[in-house]
């Protein structure tokens, strides 16, 4: 592909198709940037090049402007002299040098229209870039917005994830708690119940030596 058909496809192109079509839009607007930013390199040296030839074609038309008026002078002295032959040969060396001046004048006109276009169509390149750095702009904005959201939200997780281990930390201190009174009730239960019964074998002693005394006074 030529630069210049490059160039034409570059600014016709529309940045905003190719990005809705793209499957990584991302990366396409780098690329489309970075083929933007090499296309105008080469484009500005082009248009120094052809501006270094129109002040070489100026150079040369200005030199045949003097070199056509000298000719029309040398004629003029010649025919004043009565040299007819010589104001001949001069008029034919005028009107060479008129010729040539006019090629270069063609070709001047053609390098000023070229110099025209590549200007304007420069602008118009450089208008698209700004375009495209802006669309790039907008990406690492959402991109990092992105990663802020994410960020909260991993942060909320967290915070949900501790927050449901107080809580479960909560509930298994009530449960410990429910479970120390089940066993400090059994534990007193259990007492009063040893209790209970150590009363009893110590009335059941008693009960045999009030009988060992009643045998004992009946003997008697």
Do not use: C
Request: avoid cysteine; proline fraction near 0%.
């Amino acid at each position: 592909m030529g630069m210049f058909s490059r160039f034409t496809d570059i600014i016709n192109a529309n940045i905003n198709n190719m990005l809705d079509k793209a499957e990584d839009p991302e990366k396409m607007v780098r690329l489309i940037i970075q083929e933007m930013e090499e296309t105008l390199v080469e484009v500005r040296a082009t248009a120094a090049k052809h501006i270094a030839e129109k002040k070489s074609v100026l150079r040369h038309i200005r030199q045949l402007e003097k070199s056509v008026g000298n000719w029309q002078e040398k004629a003029e002295t010649a025919i004043a002299k009565d040299r007819d032959d010589l104001a001949k040969a001069a008029l034919v060396e005028k009107h060479k040098a008129q010729s040539e001046q006019e090629n270069y004048e063609q070709e001047l006109s053609q390098l000023e229209e070229f110099l025209t276009a590549v200007q304007e169509d420069s602008q118009r390149l450089q208008s698209k870039l700004s375009e495209a750095k802006r669309k790039q702009e907008a990406y690492v904005l959402r991109q990092e917005s992105a990663t802020v959201r994410l960020k909260v939200r991993e942060s909320a997780q967290v915070h949900n994830i501790e927050d449901a281990i107080s809580k479960f930390e909560r509930y298994q201190q009530k449960i410990d708690d429910v479970e120390a009174q089940v066993e400090a009730f059994d534990l007193t239960a259990n007492q009063d119940l040893a209790s209970q019964i150590s009363a009893l074998e110590t009335d059941e002693r008693i009960d045999e030596e009030i009988a060992n005394l009643k045998k004992k006074t009946v003997n008697s």
